[in-house]
Structures are given as C-alpha cells and as structure tokens.
Nanobody, 122 residues
Framework: QVQPVESGGGLVQAGDSLRLSCAASGQTFSSVAVGWFRQGPGKEREFVSVIGWNAAYKYYTDSVKGRFTISRDNAKNTVYLQMNSLKPEDTAVYYC???????????????WGRGTQVTVSS
C-alpha cells in the first residue's frame, strides 16, 4: 500500500465548489476504505468522510452532509471528494488516508497523504 496523494485544493469564495482527488496505486486499492480528514487553523484534525471497499458504505460528518459527496473509481485507483456550497469554516488542510477497515477514527488509518490546502473566503 503506497502513500496516497491528494490534489484539487485551492482558494475559492464562499458558495463555490472544489473536487478533491486521492490517488493511490496498488493491487489492494479496491479492498480498502478511504477516508478524508481535515485540520483547520488552530484546530484538531477531524473526520470528514469515508468510503468503504464496497462503495455503498459512505459516511459524512454532520457539518458537510448535503454539501460533500465521496466517491471512488477503483479502475483509476482514485477517491474523490466533491465539495459544494463551501463555507469559510471548511478552510483546512484536507488529508486522504487508507484503512483496512471501515472507520471514522484517524488512528485506524495506516497510510496518509501529505494534504492539500482548501481556503474559502467570505
């Protein structure tokens, strides 16, 4: 399992959209859960969303429900996080991580990307 690589962050205005990508090659990619976490300025890292090896299993933190959508394309070894109606409080470094089990806890994820910055101005 190689370290995943995030991309797609940037500077946007409130109400705009961004699509984050998490890419990780490997024969076992389709059998792992992939999560998104974020850490805002002066805040602890928090769970955002996770998708299971079975893509039917998806969970979101309450603050992003109805605005963010997680999906995966196993043929491309890529997980996406579509972020709509962005708010200033979404500003954070977003991290992609891989786990062998479905979880919302960062400690259960073994392989982490370096993060991508998302900044939302008011």
């Amino acid at each position: 399992q190689v370290q995943p690589v995030e991309s797609g962050g940037g500077l946007v205005q409130a109400g705009d959209s961004l699509r984050l990508s998490c890419a990780a090659s490997g024969q076992t990619f389709s059998s792992v859960a992939v999560g998104w976490f974020r850490q805002g300025p002066g805040k602890e890292r928090e769970f955002v969303s996770v998708i299971g090896w079975n893509a039917a299993y998806k969970y979101y933190t309450d603050s992003v429900k109805g605005r963010f959508t997680i999906s995966r394309d196993n043929a491309k070894n890529t997980v996406y996080l579509q972020m709509n109606s962005l708010k200033p409080e979404d500003t954070a470094v977003y991290y992609c991580a891989v786990s062998r089990t479905m979880s919302m806890y960062s400690g259960d994820f073994d392989s982490w990307g370096r993060g991508t910055q998302v900044t939302v101005s008011s």
